[in-house]
């Protein structure tokens, strides 16, 4: 009995260990198997322009943590 469930156990532990590790790895094994399709590169401009954007989102209001802006 603790034989079979201990392979069962096993097996099962196998199988998702196998499979996360598969998901993590989702994009070198892809570009490993299919090395003739090209990732795409991100421009340069794309990222500055992205940043500038998370920045002034960032950015702290005049009116200070927690207060309501007044009219």
């Known amino acids: ?8 156990v096993d097996w099962v532990l196998f199988f998702v260990f ?3 590790t598969a998901g993590y790895f989702q994009l070198q094994i892809t570009r490993w198997m299919q090395p003739e399709r090209t ?3 991100v421009q340069r401009h794309d990222l500055d322009a992205q940043l500038s954007l998370l920045l002034r989102a960032l950015k702290p209001s005049r009116h200070g943590a ?3 802006p007044t009219s």
């Not at 009995?1 to 069962?8: D, E, N, R, S, V």
């Open 1 to 8: 009995m603790h034989t079979w469930t201990g392979l069962t």
């Open 18 to 20: 196998v499979t996360g």
């Open 39 to 41: 990732v795409p590169h």
């Open 66 to 68: 927690g207060a309501a």
